[in-house]
């Protein structure tokens, strides 16, 4: 049988910065054959460029919790 690999569905949050800005953070939940077997983060920094001006920094974290069930 063939194996299943799956994107739970997404969860949101934000980050607020003491200045009252807001940036977005996502995380999705990997399964492999319907079970949890890592996570995807996406997520932005807010930062400042070599010309002094404000940017956005996207970053993406990836974590797995261990090896596949059955060893896969």
Known sequence: MADVWE??????STMDY????????RNQVVLFNGVPIGEVEIHMHRRT???KVTDVSFGITTIVYGPAPGGA
Request: glycine letters at 12%; a negative charge.
């Open 7 to 12: 994107f739970k569905a997404p969860i949101d």
């Open 18 to 25: 003491s200045d009252g800005t807001i940036v977005p953070h």
């Open 49 to 51: 460029g070599k010309d």
